[in-house]
C-alpha cells in the first residue's frame, strides 16, 4: 500500500515551453501533496503544499506564477513549471500523506533538462 | 528555522562491518522518519518513530529515537552492497511539513 506515481519519469523540453509533472496517489486518498525539488548530491527541498481543493502554500523563494501548483482531487497533484529555462532543470518529487497522518510517501521523481 | 544535521556526510565501509548514522537537531521532532534513496529515485520510507526512547527494527536495522525527541540514529549491523544509498531522516515539528537532513550518503565495499 502507499503507492505515489509520478508522471512523466523524464521530460527533456526546450527553454520558453511549459512543463506539466503529475503526481497520483494510487491506493490511498492524499489529502496533502507535497512537491520538491533536489540538485544533484542534496537533499530535497520543499518548494510547496497543496491542500486538496485549496491554493497551494508556497515556499520562500518559490515564485507561484512559475510553478503553477493544482490539487483537484484526493489522488491527483499537477505541477506546471511554466516558460521553463535551463537553471529550472532539476530532479522534481512529489509526495502524499492522509490526515491526520505524519508519514509522507514519495513517489519515484522527474527529470526535467531544459535545453 | 529547523536544521537537520546528518553525520557523517559520507561512509564508505567493506561489507560485513556495521556502522550506524545520526540525525540531529535543535528542536524537538513531533515525528521523525528515514528514508534511503537511490540515484534517480524518490525516497523511500524506512521509519516512522514518534516516541521519544523507541527503537524499531527492519532486519538488519535498528532505529532509535532520543528520550528528548531531538535526535535519532540508524544501526545496520553487517552491512551488505544492497544497503549502498542515500539516507535521509527527515522530522515533523509540529506541523504537516517535513524537514529533510542533509543526507547520508553510504557505500559498502563488496
Known amino acids: 500500500g502507499a503507492v505515489v506515481s509520478q508522471h512523466p519519469s523524464r521530460v527533456i523540453c526546450k527553454s520558453g515551453t511549459s512543463v506539466k509533472i503529475e503526481c497520483r496517489s494510487l491506493?490511498?486518498?492524499?489529502?496533502?501533496m507535497f512537491w520538491y525539488r533536489q540538485f544533484p548530491k542534496q537533499s530535497l527541498m520543499l518548494m510547496a503544499t497543496s491542500n486538496e481543493g485549496s491554493k497551494a502554500t508556497y515556499e520562500q523563494g518559490v515564485e507561484k506564477d512559475k510553478f503553477l501548483i493544482n490539487h483537484a482531487s484526493l489522488t491527483l497533484s499537477t505541477l506546471t513549471v511554466t516558460s521553463a529555462h535551463p537553471e529550472d532543470s532539476s530532479f522534481y518529487i512529489c509526495?502524499?500523506?492522509?490526515?491526520?497522518?505524519?508519514?509522507?510517501?514519495f513517489g519515484p521523481g522527474t527529470r526535467l533538462t531544459v535545453l | 528555522t529547523q536544521l537537520l544535521e546528518q553525520s557523517p556526510q559520507f561512509l564508505s565501509i567493506q561489507e560485513g562491518e556495521n556502522l550506524t548514522v545520526y540525525c540531529n537537531s535543535s528542536s524537538v521532532f513531533s515525528s521523525l522518519q528515514w528514508y534511503r534513496q537511490e540515484p534517480g529515485e524518490g525516497p523511500v520510507l524506512l521509519v516512522t518513530v514518534v516516541t521519544g526512547g523507541e527503537v524499531k527494527k527492519l532486519k538488519r536495522l535498528t532505529f532509535q529515537f532520543g528520550d528528548a525527541r531531538k535526535d535519532s540514529s540508524l544501526h545496520i549491523t553487517a552491512a551488505q552492497p544492497g544497503d549502498t544509498g542515500l539516507y535521509l531522516c527527515?522530522?515533523?515539528?509540529?506541523?504537516?511539513?517535513?524537514?529533510f537532513g542533509t543526507g547520508t550518503r553510504l557505500t559498502i565495499i563488496p
Open positions: 509526495s502524499a500523506r492522509t490526515s491526520g497522518k505524519y508519514t509522507q510517501y
Open positions: 491506493d490511498f486518498q492524499a489529502t496533502t
Open positions: 527527515a522530522g515533523n515539528f509540529g506541523n504537516e511539513k517535513l524537514t
